[in-house]
């Protein structure tokens, strides 16, 4: 089993709705979450930590659920600019490493 | 700041050459990353070093690859030789924050694109 697994997609959705994403991972021990963004041959970038209570920034929603291992994003009122690959982050305590997801894909159609 | 760079944004190689890939980290980051992106199994993990020191080298895959960190400002990473499995964006990112922190920022370079003939 993967340590972290996302739905791959593609996911095409209109432009002004609401989409969801869920990734799960496997390592119960894992502390820090993060939602990263890689728009077409480009570079990861951050696009927010995942804290336990949930957090918001803006038109984005993360949630974390210790006990089933799963995180989520939820983006309202999508813009033709979310169009990207999310890519789900987890980072297990004691090292420094990053898991990433292989990531799903948002297609946001006009 | 510029960010982290990389060199070569792009390299093409025929099968058995020697690959050398570069990397500047963000000055005053000491922690470097090596990741390597292919569709089939999305970002990697190679090798990561801690104030020029190698900490986890078990994502390499085999002996064909190698990293260093000559200084705080410097990283390469080898592949002698290259074969066509090879093939991947390999990108190096770097912080300054321990990831255990929470509120970690890893800073990803452009990337490098190796095509493998």
């Known amino acids: 089993r993967k340590e972290v697994e996302q739905d791959p997609g593609p996911f095409n959705v209109p432009e002004g709705a609401t989409v969801a994403f869920n990734c799960t991972y496997s390592?119960?021990?894992?502390?820090?979450f993060f939602w990263y963004r890689q728009d077409c041959r480009k570079e990861p970038k951050l696009l927010m930590s995942?804290?336990?209570s949930g957090n918001e920034d803006g038109r984005f929603t993360a949630q974390l659920n210790r006990a089933s291992q799963y995180i989520s994003l939820l983006i309202r009122d999508s813009k033709l600019s979310d169009s990207a690959t999310y890519l789900c982050?987890?980072?297990?305590?004691?090292?420094?490493?990053?898991?990433f997801g292989t990531g799903t894909r948002l297609t946001i159609i006009p | 700041d510029a960010g982290v760079i990389q060199s070569p944004r792009h390299e093409v190689t025929e099968m058995g050459q020697e690959v050398t890939l570069r990397c500047k980290p963000i000055?005053?980051?000491?922690?470097l990353f090596w990741y390597r992106q292919t569709m089939m199994r999305g970002l990697e993990l190679l090798i990561y070093?801690?104030?020029?020191?190698?900490?986890?080298d078990s994502g390499m895959p085999e002996d064909r690859f190698s990293a260093k960190m000559p200084n705080a400002s410097f990283s390469t990473l080898k592949i002698q030789p290259s074969e066509p499995r090879d093939s991947a964006v390999y990108f190096c990112?770097?912080?300054?924050?321990?990831?255990?922190?929470?509120?970690?920022?890893?800073?990803f370079g452009a990337g490098s694109r190796l095509t493998v003939l």
């Open positions: 990112a770097s912080t300054s924050d321990r990831i255990l922190s929470g509120a970690n920022v890893l800073t």
């Open positions: 390592n119960s021990a894992s502390q820090s």
């Open positions: 995942v804290y336990s």
């Open positions: 070093f801690n104030n020029n020191v190698p900490i986890d």
């Open positions: 982050v987890v980072n297990n305590f004691g090292n420094e490493k990053l898991t």
């Open positions: 000055s005053g980051h000491d922690y």
